[in-house]
């Protein structure tokens, strides 16, 4: 399903360079769960957001189910918002809103209907179990619950892959189990790719249950 | 209005609606009801509070709480950032983005226009209507809230001007040609005030509605 070649990716601090991916190959098939284990700064957020197409890179080739995305810009923004569904560390959330309205954000943007948002949200917190959160703000919720409105937003357009940066690395042992059994189920029940970016010293915890 | 989804103000993805309308209707109805308290002399007197900084001192006052309405709204833009970069990352558009806080402003300005409309013409009809000395006090007034408003949207200071402009006019017009009884009276200002008030209307809400498609058209479609 995905094809990245050659990829490298440098970043510059003043007259600093930081290399960061230095010609990666990676290969995601159609269905399939993939973690990446890497130290802090080994590239894995980089990489995810290349994929995430949140980055370009500044060599090599992406291909998206044999197409060249890095030739299409003009489609990112639609594939963002409905074939890839991202889940970041920070969550990522819109702070003033409820969480029906962050779980419905990317379908408002792209027009969906009332009655087909409603439905969707509404399936989507029973799925996530955070239906007593629907009218609450996101600010008043725990990191944990935090991180589940972010996986229900990320897969409300039930997009064909799902990208998780580092979606326990804020939480607590408990609910970082949680999120990572949602993820695992999400996959399982699914057709979507899961691809989860993982520290290397939380890898003996969470590899047993990706 | 499935098109109407994705803007603001029914959604409030974008804007921290609530706080600024809050802070703008506060400090725009206060300067009104003081411009009214100052119409009636009488008042004035028993208002000791605005009797004492009257003149100079109440321009700076208002030029002070401009410059804090643009203070907040900067401080509102900067923490929205956070936000427009969250939805970037669900997929908005640039010129989606962009257009949305236009449209955004469109709504306040059209709110804005009605104010600074009120209270210029307050200060005007006054000039009209009583002793010069008496409207020292008024012109500080329809300055101040005309500087307060011309802050909060660079792009307002046309309206402003044409809308003073076209006051003058027709209080000149008025006077001169015997038009409406020939006298500026209560109901002649009151007619202009409506006409205004739709005429101004009808343009935002024209003005609205095509931005409106044209972000629904750019959501999805606009380059990165």
């Known amino acids: ?210 | 209005m499935k098109g109407m989804l994705f803007s603001l103000h029914t959604n409030k993805i974008f804007w921290k609606r609530e706080k600024m309308l809050a802070f703008f209707y506060l400090c725009s109805l206060t300067l009104l009801l003081s411009s009214i308290l100052l119409y009636c002399g009488e008042s004035v007197k028993k208002a000791s509070f605005l009797f004492c900084i009257k003149g100079g001192a109440f321009g700076i006052l208002c030029l002070s709480i401009g410059l804090g309405f643009f203070i907040v709204w900067l401080q509102s833009i900067e923490e929205r950032k956070e936000d427009f970069f969250v939805l970037r990352r669900i997929g908005t558009s640039k010129p989606a983005l962009i257009l949305s806080v236009q449209l955004e402003m469109l709504l306040f300005q059209f709110i804005a226009g009605a104010m600074a409309f009120a209270s210029v013409s307050i200060q005007i009809y006054m000039y009209l209507r009583r002793n010069r000395e008496q409207y020292q006090l008024y012109r500080m007034l329809g300055l101040s809230n005309g500087g307060i408003f011309v802050l909060w949207f660079g792009q307002h200071i046309v309206n402003l001007a044409i809308t003073t402009i076209g006051f003058y006019s027709i209080m000149n017009y008025i006077e001169k040609k015997q038009f409406l009884g020939g006298k500026v009276t209560d109901e002649n200002t009151i007619f202009f005030l409506v006409l205004y008030v739709c005429v101004y209307s009808v343009l935002v809400g024209v003005v609205y509605r095509l931005a409106t498609i044209q972000l629904n058209r750019k959501n999805l479609k606009g380059a990165c």
């Open chain 1, 1 to 210: 399903m995905i094809e990245l070649k050659n990829i490298q990716k440098t970043y510059r601090e003043k007259e600093k360079k930081y290399s960061v991916l230095h010609h990666l190959n990676f290969t995601l098939q159609q269905g399939e769960m993939v973690a990446i284990l890497g130290k802090s700064g080994s590239g894995k957020s980089t990489l995810l957001q290349i994929i995430g197409l949140l980055e370009l890179p500044d060599e090599g080739s992406y291909h998206w189910m044999d197409k060249d995305v890095l030739k299409m810009k003009r489609k990112w923004n639609k594939m963002r918002n409905e074939k890839i569904g991202f889940v970041m560390q920070d969550y990522a959330l819109l702070k003033g809103l409820s969480v029906y309205d962050n779980i419905a954000a990317p379908m408002y943007i792209a027009n969906k209907s009332r009655d087909e948002i409603k439905n969707r949200v509404l399936s989507a917190v029973e799925d996530f179990q955070i239906y007593d959160l629907l009218e609450k703000r996101v600010s008043q919720l725990s990191g944990g619950e935090q991180q589940r409105v972010a996986i229900a937003r990320a897969m409300i357009q039930r997009p064909q892959l799902l990208l998780a940066d580092e979606p326990t690395g804020s939480l607590d042992e408990e609910n970082a189990e949680k999120v990572m059994e949602t993820l695992h189920k999400l996959h399982e029940r699914g057709n979507s790719s899961v691809i989860a970016g993982i520290l290397n010293d939380m890898c003996e915890t969470y590899i047993f249950s990706l």
